[in-house]
């Protein structure tokens, strides 16, 4: 069982930075993937990075890529979403999810991971 709780969402102006983050409590001693996934009013959730266990391995969609960053201290601390050059289309409710079956494997799929938090609101305006 791994309970995610995320924070930091917000609104921002077009072009800011934002920091989100995920903690993660546990009763396993698994280790576990986390990924962010977002999900704008009237669209399907998507896949936005993740970071296996480890934090050797990181992915990123493409329309994020190179201004997204995910970190995580160790398999265990809370994750990070640092959001740069926020754009208009960045707006959703950003999830944070857990995979503990491939733990070694920095997923792209929301079916591969089998635990998610609330949810944060960013909204970003012009």
């Known amino acids: 069982q791994v309970q995610l709780v995320e924070s930091g969402g917000g609104l921002v102006q077009a072009g800011d930075s934002l920091r989100l983050s995920c903690a993660a409590s546990t009763t396993t001693a698994r280790p576990y993937t986390l990924g962010w996934f977002r999900q704008a009013p009237g669209k399907e959730r998507e896949f936005v990075g993740s970071i296996n266990w480890s934090g050797s391995s990181t992915v990123y969609s493409d329309s994020v890529k190179d201004r997204f960053t995910i970190s995580r201290a160790n398999a265990k601390g809370p994750m990070v979403l640092q959001m740069s050059s926020l754009k208009l289309a960045d707006t959703a409710v950003y999830y944070c999810?857990?995979?503990?079956?491939?733990?070694?494997?920095?997923?792209?799929?929301?079916?591969?991971?089998?635990?998610w938090g609330q949810g944060t609101q960013v909204t970003v305006s012009s």
């Open positions: 999810a857990a995979d503990i079956n491939r733990p070694w494997a920095a997923g792209i799929n929301a079916g591969d991971y089998t635990y």
